[in-house]
């Protein structure tokens, strides 16, 4: 069973442009979230979607965005970048029917904007 | 809100034991897990405490004490491949999971 994607694993952006992320969730799983992780700062929850919705949203500014597709795909989208974006982003995706909600995360993608 | 406090760093030799401490603040709660990160690797999972009481999985123990919101997990006859960051995560009402800030555990020979 194939884990967690995450495309791409890095990218250099400058100040002003936008990224798109992308995260393909194992098979069956309806349940994607996002986190930003900074040293120090450990693991900061962004937005979490379920069936296409958004379920949670972080305290993050709106130029932080994302979606799910009817595959369960998700993406997420920073726009007008700033230095401090500069971090590993991560998907995770879980079963939802777990009690644990157990979380399986992908590698990252790792971004640093310039 | 939410909020998860751990220690940043802790240190110890091989063979001995590790007990890494969260409290935690939440407007609802669920569970409290563990995940492991290695250094360039994605987190995993490792332990749930839904109810009070330790939760042993080998040579690791999560411990949950709801009334205190307080949990801890017990690292065992440490080895050189245990140094990595180890995070304390809520589940809370709204069914998302909020993340502490992890600590550092760092295993010497």
């Known amino acids: 069973k194939a884990g967690v994607t995450q495309t791409p694993r890095y990218l250099i952006k400058t100040r002003g442009q936008q990224v798109t992320l992308s995260c393909s969730p194992i098979?069956?799983?309806?349940?994607v979230s996002w986190y930003q992780q900074t040293p120090g700062q450990g693991l900061q929850f962004l937005f979490e979607?379920?069936?296409?919705?958004?379920?949670n949203k972080g305290n993050f500014p709106g130029r932080f965005s994302g979606r799910q597709f009817s595959n369960s795909r998700s993406e997420m989208n920073v726009s007008t970048l700033e230095l401090g974006d500069s971090a590993l982003y991560l998907c995770?995706?879980?079963?939802?029917?777990?009690?644990?909600?157990?979380?399986?995360f992908g590698e990252g993608s790792r971004l640093t904007v310039l | 809100g939410q909020s998860l406090e751990q220690p940043s760093e802790v240190t110890a030799v091989e063979g001995a034991i590790v007990q890494i401490n969260c409290t935690y603040q939440?407007?609802?709660?669920?569970?409290l897990s563990w995940y492991q990160q290695h250094d360039g690797g994605a987190p995993t999972f490792l332990s749930y405490n839904a109810l009070d009481g330790l939760e042993e999985t080998g040579r690791f123990s999560s411990f949950l004490s709801r009334s205190d919101s307080y949990g801890y997990l017990l690292l065992q006859e440490l080895q050189m491949k245990d140094s990595a960051s180890y995070f304390c995560a809520v589940r809370a009402n709204n069914n998302d999971m909020r993340f502490g800030a992890g600590t550092r555990l760092t295993v010497k020979p």
């Open positions: 979607y379920f069936s296409e919705t958004q379920r």
């Open positions: 098979s069956g799983h309806r349940s």
């Open positions: 939440t407007s609802g709660f669920y569970g």
């Open positions: 995770a995706s879980s079963s939802d029917g777990s009690p644990s909600g157990e979380l399986f």
